[in-house]
């Protein structure tokens, strides 16, 4: 079986190869499928972003496609960065320059404020127009330091109280395990266990 996931992120792509080690699913990413068009995540939501990339990727590229979006959520921030993570310093921010405008703001609050947790959306979606959306979401401390050199986006600034480590601390296993985005992808591939993974 072919899934296309629709991103571009190697770290993405990476932790999802990985949790599909063992299964006879080819997995391919968009850096490898120059032909389809840029999707615009005009969405209100992870889950309207994720669907709206999954439904136009598969239909572009006639294939099973698997989308995401995911972020950090702060509920001392009113939510922030939320569904901009990835564009929080700017349209064209490096992980850098995010996290050190999160610190800015982290500052400001104190440190029984900075709960704040992960939330990954991802969406299945077939040539066919049918789409099926799965939620995880970790929960973890801010911090104002970076530690680790494991993960990508703001993994570096986000403890796991259970392991004193940030998830850039972790070993992709362990994060694997745990995430955000491990979790939705465990119920991702409950369905591929089924013989058609849209039957309700």
């Known amino acids: 079986m072919n899934l296309?996931?629709?991103?571009?992120?190697?770290?993405?792509?990476?932790?999802?190869?990985?949790?599909?080690?063992?299964?006879?699913?080819?997995?391919?990413?968009?850096?490898?499928?120059?032909?389809?068009?840029?999707?615009?995540?005009?969405?209100?939501?992870?889950?309207?972003?994720?669907r709206k990339k999954a439904l136009e990727i598969a239909a572009s590229a006639a294939c099973l496609t698997l989308a995401?979006?995911?972020?950090?959520?702060?509920?001392?921030?009113?939510?922030?960065?939320?569904?901009?993570?990835?564009?929080?310093?700017?349209?064209?921010?490096?992980?850098?320059?995010?996290n050190q405008r999160l610190i800015g703001e982290l500052l400001s609050l104190a440190p029984e404020q900075r709960q704040a947790y992960f939330c990954c959306v991802m969406a299945l979606a077939d040539p066919q127009g049918r789409c099926r959306t799965f939620e995880g979401r970790l929960w973890g401390q801010l911090i104002t330091e970076f530690r680790g050199d494991q993960g990508f986006g703001y993994d570096p600034l986000f403890l796991i109280p259970e392991y004193g480590k940030t998830l850039a601390e972790l070993s992709l296993e362990t994060k694997n395990r745990i995430s955000h985005r491990g979790q939705a992808l465990a119920q991702v591939l409950e369905l591929f266990e089924k013989t058609d993974p849209f039957q309700l």
């Open 4 to 50: 296309l996931v629709a991103t571009r992120n190697a770290g993405k792509l990476r932790e999802i190869r990985s949790l599909f080690a063992g299964k006879e699913i080819v997995i391919t990413g968009l850096t490898e499928r120059d032909d389809l068009p840029e999707v615009i995540e005009d969405g209100d939501s992870f889950t309207a972003n994720a």
């Open 68 to 98: 995401d979006d995911s972020g950090l959520v702060v509920p001392a921030l009113d939510g922030a960065p939320g569904i901009f993570s990835a564009r929080y310093a700017g349209a064209d921010a490096t992980d850098q320059q995010n």
